[in-house]
């Protein structure tokens, strides 16, 4: 289908964008990377009056090292992410996870900040975002502030963004050294994830000193496993206290019922791909 | 809104409405009809394209997005009336039947082969990943894959059937990314 019409504006500078933004109120709609907006303006799920396209703002892409953590442009692609040495480097976890977006074409297309923005529950980068205590840093008509992923994420495809804010740059903790995985469930080629799990582990000496773990899609934002983190923490990396951990994940989520899976499904699949994920990351 | 877009090589300006997509810009403005719509869903990948070097599903985005960009073509590949290396293993091997998601495999094929080179089977079904077959079951698509890249790795024809990082724009130079 073809989206209803629009106004189309594409500023040069952020400052330039929420003024856009301000003056079109609660009717327009920012434009990243356009690989889940374009497909809902075409289906005609959503027709805002204004469309505020952020190509132009080449100072939102790309990678920087700024000492204890990486800066990436919201505007970054999940393929330049993807190839990305820094990333490569301290941010494993986002990178593999970044590997399970959705197919090459929307790689290219897609961008980091866009995924962050839309929220969608079953997207693939919140959890590790989430796992790597990532910071969204956000420009908005009062100025510069910075948001922590656990506050970031508000309820399907919800945020703490205004209408008239724009996210410029996620600041990303290094993990250097720290081993991770990406472990996601799903049926068919480039589907959405049923429940994913992000795990990142610093193993020292056999034993876990160190342990992040997110889940994907087991409620209405991206989950933290603080009882999985808990209990993995000074344990060794065995299988035994490696599952004795997984056996937490489903603990404090709140998972839908839908048609690819009810919420006792997705409670065990939690728990079994956390499994997977840490055995995976430790190489255990 | 005025966009001038470089298309197979030729330059085009236009006006179009900013709610054009870049498929049917393609399509009915230029009338290049070899990239095709299937599914209006942004899965098959039928309508892949390359946008400055890099596939992209011509139906998520706009054709203002290709502003003073560069848009390669299924219609664009063949030389002088010959098929492309992609072309032709897909012919040779029989990778086709309806033919209707052939023009966005193609393309795709080429990005991948464009990032791997010697492409193992399971490479080309993850490369292939946003593109759907109806028909064939995907052996012979596979197999047209890595046979094309057994043909275009270096040394093993003409260098302009050859795709290396340095043909390639950077995929940031790619508007609305």
């Known amino acids: 289908m073809i989206p209803a019409e629009f106004e189309y504006v594409a500023p040069t500078s952020v400052e330039e964008a929420v003024r856009a933004l301000t003056e079109a109120g609660e009717d327009a709609k920012v434009l990243a990377g356009g690989q889940s907006l374009i497909p809902v303006l075409r289906m005609r799920l959503a027709a805002p009056n204004v469309v505020v396209d952020l190509s132009n703002l080449s100072e939102l892409t790309g990678v920087r090292d700024d000492g204890d953590s990486l800066l ?85 495809f919800t945020t703490v963004l205004e209408p008239n804010d724009v996210l410029v740059d996620i600041r990303v903790p290094k993990l250097t050294g720290w081993s991770a995985h990406y472990e996601k469930f799903n049926r068919v080629a480039q589907a959405w994830s049923i429940v994913a799990v992000a795990a990142a582990v610093r193993v020292s000496d056999g034993t876990i000193a160190e342990a992040r773990v997110a889940l994907t ?61 840490i055995t995976a990351a430790v190489g255990a | ?27 009915e403005r230029l009338g290049k009809t070899g990239t095709v719509v299937g599914c209006d869903t942004s899965n098959c990948g039928a309508c892949t394209v390359h946008l400055d070097g890099h596939s992209v599903k011509s139906c998520s985005v706009f054709a203002v997005q290709a502003d003073r960009h560069e848009v390669t073509t299924i219609e664009g590949l063949a030389r002088d009336g010959k098929l492309h290396p992609v072309q032709r293993a897909f012919h040779e091997n029989h990778a086709l039947q309806c033919g209707f998601c052939t023009p966005g495999m193609i393309m795709q094929s080429l990005d991948l082969i464009a990032d ?49 990082e340095e043909t390639r724009s950077p995929s940031h130079a790619g508007g609305g990314e």
């Open chain 2, 116 to 164: 791997h080179p010697d492409p193992d089977e399971e490479t080309v079904r993850k490369g292939l990943e946003g593109n759907l077959c109806r028909c064939t079951g995907y052996q012979n698509i596979v197999k047209a894959v890595r046979d094309a890249a057994h043909h275009m790795r270096p040394g093993a024809g003409p260098e302009a059937e050859q795709v290396t």
């Open chain 1, 217 to 277: 899609n087991m409620g209405p934002t991206p989950v933290r496993a603080h009882g999985v983190e808990e209990a993995l923490v000074g344990q060794p990396a065995t299988a035994e206290s490696i599952n004795a951990a997984a056996a937490r994940a489903a603990e404090g989520t709140n998972p839908t019922t839908d048609g690819n899976a009810d919420a006792e499904f997705r409670s065990h699949l939690a728990r079994v791909l956390t499994g997977r994920a």
């Open chain 1, 72 to 156: 990436i442009g919201a505007m970054t692609t999940h393929y330049e992410v993807q190839r990305d040495h820094l990333v490569h480097d301290h941010a494993r976890l986002l990178a593999l996870a970044t590997d399970e977006v959705a197919d090459p074409q929307v790689r290219h297309r897609g961008t980091f900040g866009g995924a962050l923005a839309h929220a969608d529950p079953a997207g693939d980068l919140p959890a590790p975002a989430l796992a790597m205590d990532a910071t969204m840093i956000i420009v908005g008509p009062g100025g510069r502030r910075e948001v922590p992923a656990a506050e970031f994420f508000v309820d399907y």
């Open chain 2, 1 to 27: 809104m005025r966009i001038t877009v470089n298309v197979d090589g030729v330059g085009y300006t236009d006006d179009v409405e900013p709610r054009t997509l870049l498929v049917h810009y393609l399509r």
